[in-house]
């Protein structure tokens, strides 16, 4: 996950925002004016390297540990695992047996 990025390397050029395929980065003017890459949604990193790799003055710094991916089928098992319950919609469509894609594919 990204875990820094040393402003007074930052020479404001964009080009680890428009790399990073998730939108995890923006850019911000300090207390000077200048403008700098900002973490702004470091939840969503990917840890894929690419603003630190593309960085041309090192000023990014990505550490390779990172969470987990949540399961995202079966869905039962999603919920169990995470502790949480089924939005009651879902609940609701998952019964009727008509609309949820594992009723679908039981045919
Ligand atoms: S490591 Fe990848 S996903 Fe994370 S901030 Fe950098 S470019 Fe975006
Ligand atoms: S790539 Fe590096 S220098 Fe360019 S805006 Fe991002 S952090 Fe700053």
Do not use: N
């Not at 990204?2 to 790399?19: Q, S």
């Not at 004016?33 to 630190?52: D, H, M, N, T």
């Not at 009727?96 to 594919?105: E, I, M, V």
């Amino acid at each position: 996950m990204i875990e820094r990025v040393d402003a007074d390397r930052c020479i404001g050029c964009t080009l680890c925002v428009k790399v990073c395929p998730v939108d995890v980065l923006r850019m911000a003017l300090d207390t000077s004016g200048r403008s700098k890459a900002v973490i702004a949604y470091p939840e969503e990193c990917q840890s894929c390297f690419l603003c630190e790799i593309y960085c041309p003055t090192d000023a990014l710094y990505v550490s390779p540990d990172r969470s987990p991916l949540h399961a995202v089928w079966p869905p039962s098992d999603t919920a169990a695992a995470r502790g949480t319950s089924l939005p009651t919609a879902l609940l609701r469509e998952g019964t009727s047996g008509t609309t949820a894609p594992g009723h679908r594919l039981a045919g």
